[in-house]
């Protein structure tokens, strides 16, 4: 069973047949419990844009373990600038098959440098989808994305200031309508501090059925 561990902040880890690990900030992040060397081999590095806090460790994880990094076309084109040999530039729109595992690009509603920033869908080899949103704020797309996917878990950014906040998240996971749900990107700097009870809270009265996961750092789970 595939299992997915949050190592703080927008990373997660995904142990499948394949290791796939997304937003990798490791070094520097406060919320991370492990050290670089403890990421385990990884064969796919997602990520969804060019801030610190998300490319973080890309590409020395990368270059590491010779792993494929995945990413919006012209972050592609800069990590491979940086000398990662292996980078799949891509574009948001349809599927895409890596491996056997099928991605897909969503719109986030954010700023970058490189491209523009992206949520991740991904299709493992089992059929479960899951759904990384990015640094987004609300977007009408997740409406449009709900409707299209049926969505096994979302992670989702609770914590304002860059990204949605705590109302905003229950909405999206109205229209996203996951069957598991998981609050990031909140706790790690003082402006973007949020309590996920309140997420859960809310949510038990909006959207019952959705199974609400708030995580420790370093905590797993299986789907
Ligand atoms: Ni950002
Ligand atoms: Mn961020």
Known sequence: MPKITWLGHACF???DEIRIIIDPWIRGNPQCPIGLEEVPKLEH????????????????????????????????EYVRGQGVKNAVGANIGGWMDVDGIKYKLT?????????????????????????????????????VIGRLN?????????????TMDIREAVIATQVLNPRVVVPMHYGTFPQIKANPEEFKKALRWI???????VLKPGESFTI
């Open 107 to 143: 719109p986030a509603l954010h700023s970058c440098k490189h491209g523009v920033p992206v949520g991740f869908l991904i299709r493992l080899r089992d059929g479960k989808v899951i759904y990384h949103a990015g640094d987004t704020g609300f977007t009408n797309e997740f409406e």
């Open 45 to 76: 590095i997602l990520v969804t844009h060019d801030h610190g806090d998300h490319l973080g460790d890309a590409i020395d994880l990368a270059k590491r373990d010779d792993a494929k990094i995945i990413a919006i076309y012209d972050l592609a």
């Open 150 to 162: 049926r969505i096994d878990v979302a992670m989702l950014p609770i914590g304002g200031h860059f």
């Open 207 to 213: 959207k019952p059925e959705v199974e609400v996961r």
């Open 13 to 15: 880890l995904i142990e």
